[in-house]
């Protein structure tokens, strides 16, 4: 039933609000919330979390694959299907929340299955954030935004002999945003709401028009310094070369063409052993392409007939006779001449020779 509930809830939301991204652009997100862990105590928020983020996403035109509570093999095929999904010039979301760690500068999703007795297993038993990166440099996509709301204390911390408290810094590859809950380094707070600190206030800035990425994590980030009194300041790092906005560009701005949207796939659950999990794809409501207006097109009057030349009424010639010293007969006669592709008729003046031949003198 709490899965139906989910489904119906997320589903609601990409029908009741109309797409914010412009018809030509396609975005593809993947969220996971992993709350229900299994070998350490459990978190409050995750899963809650990223059915949230989720919604909001699908309501501003992503297609988002949502997943909740996986295992390391789970969360594998879910990004790998992810990776498959992503086009080149598409947007790519990747959205995690639950526990993670780093060891020796590297920064690791945990799934709800880990068991982590030493240093050397982490590898073994969690996924590497590079691999999600992987997917998105693979693909081409055009931008590719990575949000970390796991920056929360390492439950494996105390078997380890070189980890340290919250996440490693990455640095951004051209053309992606990796954004934390908390600054490299620090601990962000589970949260005592529905929702963490970090992704309540994500969710409302997330959802105005006219802001680009950037300016909309800012905001976030001083939205949550001042709600924790300073404890908590949300980082980026980015190095993104175009412009990104979650819920539309401002009036009058040009949005860049990027591939068509596709029909959603459904992407295989992992195996369900007992835990609340949910595993769904949704594709936002199709938006028609706009219809231009009718031109008004003025009637074209009838060409007149051109009518033939009519015949010239020659009238009939008289000779002319002319007397003197040498006598000739002279006579007037038509000559007819093509001038403008119709034929004209001039007249001239024959006269007859001696030897009684005819020629033209006028």
């Not at 802001?211 to 800012?218: A, D, G, L, P, Q």
Request: proline share 9%; charged share 20%; with cysteine.
């Amino acid at each position: 039933m709490r899965l139906a509930a989910l489904f119906v809830l997320i589903l609601a939301a990409t029908i009741a609000v109309p797409a914010a991204a412009a018809p030509d652009e396609r975005r593809v997100a993947l969220v996971i919330g992993n709350a229900a862990y299994q070998k350490v105590p459990g978190l409050t928020n995750p899963q809650n979390d990223a059915r949230d983020v989720a919604a909001v996403l699908a309501k501003l035109g992503a297609e988002v694959i949502f997943h909740s509570n996986l295992d390391k093999v789970g969360m594998e095929k879910a990004i790998g299907a992810f990776g498959d999904r992503l086009k080149s010039g598409s947007t790519g979301i990747f959205y995690y929340a639950g526990h993670a760690m780093q060891v020796q500068g590297h920064n690791y999703l945990i799934p709800v299955d880990a068991a982590i007795s030493a240093e050397q297993r982490v590898r073994l038993e969690t996924v590497d954030i590079d691999v999600v990166l992987d997917q998105m440099a693979h693909a081409k996509a055009r931008v590719s935004i990575v949000i970390l709301d796991a920056c929360r204390n390492n439950p494996f911390e105390r078997k380890f002999r070189s980890s340290g408290g919250g996440l490693a810094q990455i640095n951004a590859p051209e053309g992606t945003l990796i954004a934390y809950a908390t600054a490299p380094g620090q601990v962000a707070s589970d949260g005592e709401g529905q929702n963490g600190l970090y992704t309540a206030e994500l969710i409302r800035f997330m959802q105005e028009p006219g802001r680009s990425v950037e300016e909309m994590f800012k905001r976030v980030r001083v939205a949550v310094s001042r709600q924790s009194n300073g404890e908590q300041v949300p980082w980026e790092s980015s190095s993104l070369t175009g412009d990104f906005y979650f819920a539309g560009p401002p009036e009058g701005a040009v949005s860049i063409p990027t591939a068509p949207r596709v029909e959603p796939v459904a992407v295989p659950s992992p195996p369900h052993d007992g835990q609340d999990r949910a595993s769904i794809v949704i594709a936002p409501a199709a938006v028609p392409a706009p219809v231009p207006p009718p031109v008004a097109v003025q009637p074209v009057a009838a060409a007149r007939p051109v009518e033939p030349p009519r015949p010239l009424d020659l009238p009939k010639v008289a000779p002319v006779r002319r007397t003197g010293l040498n006598e000739l007969e002279c006579r007037t006669v038509p000559v007819e001449e093509v001038l403008y592709g119709y034929k004209i008729t001039k007249f001239g003046t024959e006269c007859q020779q001696p030897d009684g031949s005819w020629r033209t003198v006028h």
